[in-house]
């Protein structure tokens, strides 16, 4: 496999390898559809006390995103350090939908196995095939209730533990909260999980983001996402102290992130920041300076090289597309960290809506490779009472935005952040010189990523 780099240094001069294995471990909570809401990211009513006190204990991400707002696609970015057009993680893992990573990829867990690092998976991975990503410890989750039953995952990872007996780990929690369940009807909040405080929110209490129409069902639903944060808040708390109890915080990495964020329309399965902006808190034992913000624009395929960075594992014999975030951890505004590129193709296999792009700090360009589709809603969210009152009613507006403008769209399409940060109003007829510097930035990125979609004599460049 040969892949070249694009955004940052080469591998080689990302991760410093010493010649002793003294490698050190990596706790990675991973969280399902959650956008950056908690206390630590400025929301007053979702109660998220756990993670709160991992921002004070470690650096909060002000501005970190995923790179494809789809769960499998979005997973392999985090795991294998490399878009997915490139990793081959087009879609959706699960049957129909059946989407694999390439053989050839080396994901965390097979490097880290490879030199001698326990690996384990607790609860949702949703990424294929097994070759690539090898496990010594594997769980699906709580006995009582799955991934969302975020007790028993606590439980599930002191086995772990105890299991490895001292030996250096990557250890991945894949939690289901806040995702839908039900086929789009709820949260999952029906029933009661063991351990697990029950707070309920009035839907008279939340927030209702500039994106969503101020709906009775809207606020229903966002009483019911609230809910499961805060159960999931709950699961992070558990596995903090799963890992004190083991003894083995003192030389353990923390992630707390999520795959994309939060499952409504306009945000999950699509290119805006509401579905591309996720939480991202980080903490190490050897931090010196602590409840940091850091506000570097940073994105997924920046994980694995961190967690790599961090282990002491040699990386792969080609480059990812991303940079270890170890050195700047303790930074507010690092240099060089202005800008990243995007890419989605599926969500599920009847989600085909291939886009690349770049996100700077003032503007968003996308390519759209197939306009004249209808950008297509993840069936949870077509199926959700949010969406389904907006189509009953025929809403002319999805909050600021125009439903028309969010369901389809022009070839290219450039956006203002500062000025519109809710991305309504398409600039790319008007700023010629800005678009052509992007647009030559996210041809260049796709070239070099070798992007199977682009195919310059034939107008897919």
Not at 65 to 83: E, F, I, K, P, W
Not at 200 to 229: N, W
Request: charged content about 25%; aromatic content about 10%.
């Amino acid at each position: 496999m040969n892949r070249r780099q694009f955004v940052g240094a080469p591998a080689a001069a990302v991760l410093a390898q010493p010649a002793r294995r003294d490698y050190r471990n990596v706790l990675l909570l991973i969280a399902d559809d959650h956008s950056p809401l908690a206390g630590c990211y400025g929301n007053p009513v979702v109660q998220t006390p756990h993670m709160d006190r991992l921002a004070r204990q470690g650096v909060r991400f002000s501005q970190a995103y995923c790179t494809t707002a789809s769960c499998s696609a979005s997973r392999s970015v985090v795991l294998t350090g490399l878009q997915n057009h490139a990793n081959g993680q087009f879609g959706h893992a699960h049957m129909p939908h059946n989407f694999h990573t390439h053989p050839a990829v080396q994901s965390i867990p097979r490097l880290a196995r490879a030199h001698g690092v326990e690996t384990g998976v607790i609860g949702k991975l949703h990424v294929n095939p097994p070759a690539v990503y090898p496990w010594s410890f594997e769980s699906p989750g709580g006995s009582k209730g799955g991934t969302r039953d975020v007790h028993g995952m606590a439980q599930e990872a002191e086995r772990f533990f105890r299991q490895i007996d001292g030996r250096p780990f990557y250890l991945h929690v894949g939690f289901g909260d806040p995702h839908r369940s039900g086929g789009g009807q709820g949260f999952a909040n029906d029933r009661a999980y063991p351990n697990v405080k029950k707070n309920v929110y009035s839907p008279a209490d939340v927030i209702v983001p500039p994106f969503l129409p101020d709906r009775p069902e809207v606020r229903r639903e966002l009483a019911e996402y609230y809910q499961s944060i805060d159960r999931l808040d709950q699961g992070v708390g558990f596995l903090l102290e799963a890992l004190e109890k083991s003894g083995r915080a003192k030389d353990t990495l923390v992630i707390y992130m999520s795959d994309h964020g939060m499952p409504f329309p306009g945000a999950k399965g699509s290119f805006y920041d509401s579905g591309l902006q996720c939480p991202l808190i980080v903490s190490t034992p050897e931090m010196k300076r602590r409840g940091v913000v850091n506000q570097a624009l940073v994105h997924w395929p920046d994980i694995a090289p961190t967690v790599l960075d961090w282990m002491r594992v040699p990386g792969p014999d080609y480059s990812m597309h991303g940079r270890s975030l170890v050195t700047i951890l303790e930074q507010e505004q690092p240099p060089e960290r202005d800008e990243f590129f995007f890419s989605h193709t599926f969500h599920e296999i009847n989600n085909y809506y291939p886009m690349r792009g770049i996100r700077t700090r003032r503007h968003k360009y996308v390519r759209f490779l197939y306009p004249e589709l209808e950008m297509p809603l993840p069936s949870d969210l077509f199926a959700s009472p949010t969406w389904q009152g907006i189509r009953e009613r025929r809403d002319p507006a999805m909050g600021q935005r125009r439903t028309e403008a969010v369901m389809h769209h022009a070839r290219e399409e450039l956006y203002d952040l500062e000025k519109d940060p809710q991305e309504t109003t398409n600039l790319g007829a008007t700023q010629t010189a800005v678009l052509a510097e992007l647009r030559d930035k996210v041809r260049q990125m796709r070239r070099q990523t070798r992007d199977p979609w682009f195919i310059e004599n034939q107008g897919l460049g």
